[in-house]
């Protein structure tokens, strides 16, 4: 089966960095998108940047220039790069995989779409 997990949460500092991973294991060729979500307390969960198998990438346009995604297919991992954080970053990050190819942002970042989730990992950015 199909299985993702997250790591790299942690605390830091409002303007500091954290690379957070997934790593996927299982019949993970099948999967064309793996991405992350976010969800922050009493909020509902986003979308913030996926990645496909043919390398397109879909993003928040509130992440654009400070988060980026990328992927190593030899250490089955996806990572997310997280650069001059704030507190409104705060949240459970979860890593997630669909079968689909998304066509738009909007796509990519339905989460009724992703069959695949794993547990989530905490970032906190406070002083």
């Known amino acids: 089966q199909v299985q993702l997990v997250e790591s790299g949460g942690g605390l830091v500092q409002p303007g500091g960095s954290l690379r957070l991973s997934c790593a996927h294991s299982g019949s993970t060729s099948i999967l064309h998108t793996i991405g992350w979500f976010r969800q922050a307390p009493g909020k509902e969960r986003e979308g913030v940047l996926f990645i496909t198998s043919d390398g397109y990438t879909f993003y928040a346009d509130s992440m654009k220039g400070r988060f980026t995604i990328s992927r190593d297919d030899a250490k089955n991992s996806v990572y997310l790069q997280m650069n001059s954080l704030k507190p409104e970053d705060t949240a459970v990050y979860y890593c997630?995989?669909?079968?689909?190819?998304?066509?738009?942002?909007?796509?990519?970042?339905?989460?009724?779409?992703?069959?695949?989730w794993g547990q989530g990992t905490q970032v906190t950015v406070s002083s």
């Open positions: 997630a995989a669909a079968l689909f190819g998304p066509l738009t942002t909007t796509q990519a970042m339905d989460v009724s779409e992703y069959p695949f």
